[in-house]
């Protein structure tokens, strides 16, 4: 998924305001030593007795109330009021992302329940987004359409919803988007007009979605189609960020695929043991973390996680303390790298270029899926604090920590008026070599957009994290408790659930 965007903007904030609140989190920062190899050994033991919770005072963070609250009002500020798109990325201004409207549908339910904004306010942006969807012309034309077969192209013009040149029919980003919708529909459940209507367009559009459609090789879902060329040559298959897609296709009442797809799709996992973590590896964070954000994985199995003795979010859990630990190691030797900077995931990057650092030859990208596994290593040096922050439901008490010091070290030129902006590189300070996007300091690169999907796993995974509201939520979705019992799930909050 590469994003990039369009918006609007609005005033908010105050350097003076972060910089006193900087001094007072920099103390904060500093208390979570890395565990030697051997606790680690003896978390992963004790991680099997059930899930972890935050201490309540630690959720009740003053900063972590900033930071969701900015991050929250970069979706109420950017997104176009008129029809609910959301941009790819602001200030940069390009287009629309169904995956980042999918976050923004759930950031409002979020910002109504901590008083950013009414249930009202959210009520009629949420309406005005599904009811512009719903309308949005769908055909297998190549040209001033939103979708095909209830699937919707990946990027779209911020004013018009059309497909934005020949982007593709993206299964993976509807899956996003309607997982927003299907919150908006659990969200809204009071018995008036428009949130009957609410209720309603989200059923609407979710059973419009032909999933079945999208498996030119059954059972596993492809990840494209395009009128030009027909279906892509990818299939969604291994540990990858699709749990949620194949969640929502297995649960759907009109189009469902077999139940079959899901044993189909963890044939390819790779178990294996990576910076002391024995975990299904794969190298970006964000793999781990998007599904998680609206289905809460504590206590509940599929027959590969049985057998390992573990849930999906203790893997999580795991790969979120690996990329601590990598940080820590530092094998390039990348600058500030450590216990409270780290964090690598799909991001902006300073340049599509090669230059010496310090005697070492580094390849710096632009947009790029960044991670850590056993026998994958993707870094340039680039840390996103989406990678922190997306875990702050699995381990507050190192992803917190890591924010604060983050915001704390780099100030405003790191942490802004909606939050965090995408991501920085310290180490390219010393590149000698201009960056494509972004600006350069002494502190290092640092790049000037915010990034829809980046943005919506910060707001949503620290309200799970707080209350568990998108949690709690999604468990009175029918169609994510049937997805999940196709998948054959059993345990947990789940029990009793599955006929």
Known sequence: MCPRVHAFA???????????????????????????????????????????TAPQGEMDDPFLDTLERRTFQWFWDVTNPENGLVPDRWPDINFSSIAAIGFGLTAYGIGAERGYITREQARERTRTTLRFLWKAPQSD???????????????????TGRRHETTELSSIDTALLMAGVLFAQSYFDRDEDAESEIRELADSLYR????????????????????????????????????ILYVLA????????????????????????????????????????????????????DAYMRAKGIDYFENSRRATYAHRAYAVDNPSGFRDYGEDIWGLTACIG??????????????????????????????DGTIAPTAAGGSLAFAPEIA????????????????????FIDAFNPTFARAGIEAATGSVHPEG????????????????????????????????????VQGLCRARFTGGWLEGKCR
């Open 250 to 301: 297995l649960g759907s009442p009109t189009h469902a695929i077999s139940p079959d797809a899901w044993a189909a799709r963890i044939r390819d996992y790779r178990w294996e043991t990576y910076q002391g973590y024995d975990l299904v590896n794969y190298p970006p964070l964000f793999i781990h973390q998007y599904s998680h954000v609206w289905i809460d994985f504590r206590g509940i199995h």
């Open 350 to 379: 300073p340049a599509g270029a090669t230059a010496k650092v310090d005697g070492t030859s580094i390849e710096f990208r632009r947009y790029w899926a960044r991670g850590v596994s056993r026998d994958d290593v993707r870094d």
């Open 445 to 480: 690169w640092f790049a000037d957009d915010y990034l829809g999907i980046d943005q919506g796993p910060i707001v949503t995974m620290a309200e799970n994290a707080r209350s568990e509201l998108v949690w709690d939520v999604m468990k009175k979705n029918q169609y994510i």
């Open 208 to 243: 419009r979605v032909e999933w079945s459609w999208m498996q030119p090789r059954a059972p596993l879902v492809a990840m494209a189609w395009r009128p030009e060329k027909g279906m892509g040559e990818h299939d969604y298959n291994g540990y990858q960020e699709a749990m």
């Open 141 to 159: 034309e190549p040209r001033d359409v939103t979708g095909y077969r209830g699937f919707f192209y990946h990027f779209l013009d911020m004013e």
């Open 10 to 52: 609005r005033r908010w904030v105050a350097v003076a305001a972060l910089f006193v609140l900087g001094v007072w989190y920099a103390g904060a920062a500093a208390q979570n030593p890395v565990e030697p190899a051997e606790r680690q050994v003896e978390r992963q033991a004790e991680s099997k007795a059930g899930p972890r």
């Open 400 to 419: 917190l920590p890591a924010l604060k010091a983050m915001a704390s070290r780099y100030g405003n030129r790191l942490f802004r008026r909606y939050g």
